[in-house]
């Protein structure tokens, strides 16, 4: 599916330069749920941008040119010719920039407020004082513009995220499966440079490509993913970044809606190399109970042996029962091969 619901896809045809020296490429422009995806003539992925970020450099003019908002090295052109594609783009603009929060506005509103929590608690509980201040005014459009900054670092490691339109389509079926048809949440698959997942700000989850292309059976995949759900339930990702960020960096985000790129360098670095937080096994047991599926293809791939899940493998709620299957064999086939060859 794409961005807008009228168009099951839609794709057309671009020149796209990474820098203004570079060659112009020959490109396929796609939209997704909430990228812009640019691929090479044979379909490989060049970059993804995200539709709350991309900028045009020559508002009302033809060829129309685009760049991620920030970015104005890298563009991407659309001949006269690709109407529908220019005219897509520009109603999500348009609709993006009207649900933004005004800069300005926000800034005075997170300048105040945080300036109030300073004075009435004083030095001595500035830290924590602007970190739960933080956690509780950032908007939601900001965390997923966090996110998807961050998420194009981790992708300079990891590759870019897997693409393949069929298993985009199975994959969306296990995230309605695992995580229920009206969460937010939203699933990529990296090609490498991941444990095993990981979570952002914006409700994101990360899994490594061997989670849906090494079990014979998706009831593992959907294990990780809710384990990943419930520490990102638990443990705010955009607290988790701004307690590794420190307070300076939060007081910043705070009084100009920014990070810094050295701040999201090093957060995305570490995401990759921490170990990951142990999930209480009885919160795991309830969250499978209650998606209906099977705890112990997940325990046996943590640990072969079982010894280290034993409680999941012996308390698992559908040890004696069948639920309703995670996904059919089609789409977990067509899911295994999101990353291609």
Request: aromatic share 4%; net charge negative.
């Amino acid at each position: 599916m794409t961005a807008l619901s009228e168009y099951e896809r839609l794709e057309a045809s671009g020149l796209w330069r990474a820098s203004p020296e570079a060659q112009a490429q020959n490109v396929i422009v796609s939209i997704g749920d909430a990228t812009l995806v640019v691929t090479d003539m044979r379909d490989r992925a060049l970059t993804h941008w995200s539709l709350a970020a991309v900028a045009r450099a020559n508002p009302g003019e033809l060829p129309a040119v685009y760049h991620p908002d920030g970015d104005p090295e890298e563009t991407l052109e659309l001949p006269a010719d690709e109407e529908a594609m220019i005219s897509a783009i520009e109603r999500l603009r348009t609709t993006i920039e009207r649900r933004r929060p005004r800069p300005g506005r926000l800034r005075l509103v997170m300048l105040v407020s945080s300036l109030a929590v300073v004075l009435a608690l004083g030095w001595f509980w500035l830290p924590g004082a602007v970190l739960r201040h933080a956690v509780t005014v950032v908007p939601p459009v900001k965390r997923a513009e966090i996110g998807d900054a961050l998420l194009e670092r981790i992708t300079r490691v990891a590759g870019q995220p897997c693409t393949d339109p069929a298993g985009l389509r199975s994959l969306e079926k296990l995230r309605a499966r695992v995580l229920g048809p009206d969460t937010r949440r939203r699933l990529v698959v990296l090609p490498s440079g991941l444990r095993e997942t990981a979570h952002l700000p914006g409700r994101m989850i990360l899994l490594n490509r061997a989670l849906v292309e090494d079990p014979e059976e998706p009831d593992v995949a959907a294990g990780y993913i809710l384990a990943e759900a419930l520490r990102a339930r638990v443990h705010d990702p955009l607290r988790a970044l701004l307690e590794e960020a420190g307070t300076l960096a939060t007081i910043r985000l705070l009084t100009t809606g920014d990070l810094g790129a050295g701040t999201l360098d090093a957060y995305a670095e570490s995401l990759l190399t921490a170990p990951q937080e142990q999930v209480p096994e009885a919160a795991l047991l309830a969250a499978f109970a209650e998606a209906q599926i099977r705890a112990r293809p997940y325990a046996y791939a943590r640990d072969v042996s079982g010894e280290s899940t034993l409680g999941l493998i012996e308390a698992d709620p559908f040890a004696t029962t069948a639920p309703r299957p995670v996904l059919s064999d089609g789409d977990w086939l067509r899911l295994q091969g999101i990353c291609g060859a």
